[in-house]
């Protein structure tokens, strides 16, 4: 019988060490006769403290009291004296503060799902009411984010090795033991499951563990590019609404815990176009915010043109680390302009930062080149609304795609003229997907989106007021090589008016994976080819590095570019302004972004490996870890968040 799911343990295999190495650590440390503890723990057998917390018959601050009167018998028993130090919560304490999660694991058990498996995090443990919950409840929640089931013993009254938990969760998964593969470092818990009929892995050398699971899986995994990461969907993510001022209110989603990295969609689009990156960031260490932005699906749709100008949209932002694309990229700019206070860093995929010319109209400036032909199609009121709402499903299929179909002139008569009634479906919008995305649109209509590009002479007037200024807080600019409206070429002499760090190219090479330097005149550039997913908006072949996702596109979406501040400081500053009311504290910061060229700038230098992921292992001699982050942008972000950051 085929396999077709594979049940990770969490302690020692997923997560490590497991409390067994801190047991052993706190008895060489107080001076105790080696397993003392972990006898404490058993003792009782399946009555016993430890068995009766991990299904969830006492919670973890009963268990430390338990374990600390029974070391105190035990001690006595034995005719040694327990030091003044002695804590039973420690050895639980150091778990949580010390213990990892293993991301190979995590890429791995990524695979299975994308080649069909079905995935399990199973694990022994205990209702946690300690200090340290939080940190538990967030190893949780990001491990729901990479299986199909996470299954909490002291939640179900059994615990391994009781063969009743794998039938559980075999039951759960559909699956027949036959079909089923368990990975423990527990020879017994291994020893029940195979008396079920599951395959069973011992997990001593995670390499060899690997090479097990492949020859039983049948699927590669060593050596093996990672899948895109899976995103989140509308239920997996909390949704809340908050205020910007009398009448007006934005919907948004919001995803783990620390500093707050707000995003910012653009047209025609929903925060679900980040649905890759939220759950990657979240794991990342950040508390990630996704607007719906003013006009969209459950967001406050104005009828009036003037509450979609650049002026008022950036009303009300708080202090964050502000990403946005194409339209949001526009509003993270222009906070950056004209309220750098609220913001500890800004970032924008595919939309430069140019200022004003007072020398030129704008509106005479679009009609100068076809590219922009659609943004003059949608001035009328009423007139684009008409064509773009008629069939909401369709309109989306057709401007939600990839980068193949050619640039070309609006045709006469509206922006969807000449694509099929029935268009096929787009790669970059699965049915789900199309199917939220078409709700949010008739719940809104077209014409709030539509008023943004409405605003044209009205945000050129304001931008004309800060001409001058130049974005003094760190910076990225993310553009991808086949976008024909906004082509890398715009970013183009960006360094006049970004404050970046020190001058210089960075080259990428996808073919060779090679990096050289070049002189140059912008700080930070990193111009990579690779994998970018494209959108073609109105039919125009726009291939923009919308971060929406799919997986895959038709064809590569190349050369990316990017370009990255300087190194600043992140404040220290408590959340909680009157305009935004999200829950809870941004917390202090350190240094952000700082890069490292040549060892003379910044304090760190965390890259972002090929597949959008933080490197797992030490750079250099410097002896600094990156972090895990799954990235839906392949081969695009150099990131630099580094362990400051998130503090």
């Known amino acids: 019988m085929a396999r077709r799911a594979v049940l990770f343990d969490l302690g020692g295999v997923l997560f490590g060490p497991g409390l067994q190495h801190f047991l052993g650590s706190c008895e060489r440390e107080w001076g105790l006769p080696r397993n003392f503890l972990w006898d404490v723990l058993l003792s009782g057998g399946s009555q016993s403290s430890y068995s009766r917390a991990l299904r969830g018959q006492i919670t973890l601050s009963q268990l430390f009291s338990e374990v600390d009167e029974g070391c105190r018998r035990r001690a006595s028993s034995l005719g040694i004296a327990i030091p003044g130090a002695f804590s039973a919560a420690r050895p639980f304490q150091d778990l949580q503060a010390q213990g990892s999660v293993d991301v190979r694991m995590l890429r791995v058990a990524g695979i299975l799902r994308w080649n069909g498996f079905k995935t399990c995090a199973l694990t022994n443990?205990?209702?946690?009411?300690?200090?340290?919950?939080?940190?538990?409840?967030?190893?949780?929640?990001?491990?729901?984010?990479?299986?199909?089931?996470?299954?909490?013993?002291?939640?179900?009254?059994?615990?391994?090795?009781?063969?009743?938990?794998y039938s559980y969760a075999l039951e759960a998964l559909q699956a027949q033991p036959q079909e089923a593969i368990l990975l423990d470092d527990q020879a017994e818990n291994l020893a029940?499951?195979?008396?079920?009929?599951?395959?069973?892995?011992?997990?001593r050398d995670p390499d060899s563990a690997l090479r097990e699971?492949?020859?039983?899986?049948?699927?590669?995994?060593?050596?093996?590019?990672?899948?895109?990461?899976?995103?989140?969907?509308?239920?997996?993510?909390?949704?809340?609404?908050?205020?910007?001022?009398?009448?007006?209110?934005?919907?948004?989603?919001?995803?783990?815990?620390?500093?707050?990295?707000?995003?910012?969609?653009?047209?025609?689009?929903?925060?679900?176009s980040w649905r890759f990156q939220i759950p990657a960031l979240a794991d990342a260490g950040f508390r990630v915010i996704a607007l719906e932005m003013k006009g969209y699906g459950e967001s406050t749709a104005p009828a009036d043109i003037p509450e979609y100008s650049q002026e008022r949209i950036c009303e009300g932002i708080p202090q964050v680390v502000l990403v946005g694309h194409d339209w949001g990229g526009a509003v993270a700019w222009n906070v950056a302009l004209f309220y750098p206070e609220r913001l500890r860093a800004v970032a924008s995929l595919n939309t430069p930062y140019r200022p004003a010319d007072p020398g030129v109209d704008i509106m005479e400036k679009l009609g100068s080149s076809p590219a922009f032909d659609y943004q003059l199609y949608f001035q009328e009121p009423g007139v684009a609304e008409a064509e773009l709402e008629k069939d909401v499903g369709r309109t989306l299929k057709i401007l939600i795609r990839s980068s193949r179909v050619e640039l070309r002139p609006l045709p006469a008569g509206g922006l969807l003229v000449g694509f099929p009634e029935n268009p096929p479906g787009s790669r970059l919008l699965p049915p789900a997907e199309l199917e939220y995305y078409s709700q949010q649109f008739r719940k809104s209509g077209f014409r709030g989106p539509l008023n943004w590009y409405r605003n044209m002479r009205a945000n050129w007037s304001w931008?004309?007021?800060?001409?001058?200024?130049?974005?003094?807080?760190?910076?990225?600019m993310v553009t991808a090589g086949k976008d024909p409206v906004l082509h890398p070429g715009l970013s183009k002499g960006m360094e006049s008016w970004v404050s970046l760090g020190k001058p210089g190219i960075r080259e990428k090479s996808r073919n060779s994976g090679g990096v050289r330097e070049e002189s140059g005149n912008f700080g930070g550039i990193w111009k990579k080819s690779g994998n970018f997913w494209g959108m073609l908006e109105g039919g125009r072949g726009r291939g923009s590095a919308i971060p929406t996702g799919g997986v895959g596109v038709e064809g590569k979406v190349g050369n990316s570019m990017e370009k990255w501040g300087k190194s600043g400081n992140f404040s220290s500053q408590k959340r909680g302004g009157k305009n935004w009311e999200f829950p809870g504290k941004v917390g202090k910061s350190g240094n952000f972004c700082s890069r490292k060229r040549g060892g003379k700038i910044g304090?760190?230098?965390?890259?972002?490996?090929?597949?959008?992921?933080?490197?797992?292992?030490k750079r250099g001699g410097n002896g600094r870890k990156s972090r895990e982050f799954h990235g839906k942008v392949r081969k695009i972000w150099e990131f630099q968040f580094p362990q400051e950051c998130r503090e």
């Open 125 to 165: 443990n205990w209702v946690d009411d300690s200090d340290g919950r939080s940190a538990a409840a967030a190893l949780l929640e990001r491990l729901r984010r990479h299986f199909d089931l996470v299954l909490e013993s002291c939640r179900i009254g059994m615990c391994q090795p009781d063969p009743g938990i």
């Open 192 to 203: 029940a499951a195979r008396d079920l009929g599951m395959a069973t892995i011992l997990v």
């Open 213 to 272: 699971l492949q020859e039983l899986s049948g699927v590669q995994l060593l050596g093996q590019e990672e899948p895109l990461p899976i995103p989140c969907d509308p239920a997996g993510v909390t949704h809340g609404y908050v205020s910007i001022r009398p009448g007006v209110r934005l919907h948004f989603v919001e995803l783990g815990q620390g500093p707050v990295l707000c995003l910012c969609h653009g047209f025609p689009e929903s925060w679900l």
């Open 463 to 476: 931008a004309l007021s800060a001409r001058d200024r130049k974005i003094p807080i760190p910076a990225l």
């Open 603 to 617: 304090n760190s230098i965390e890259k972002w490996g090929k597949f959008g992921n933080f490197s797992s292992q």
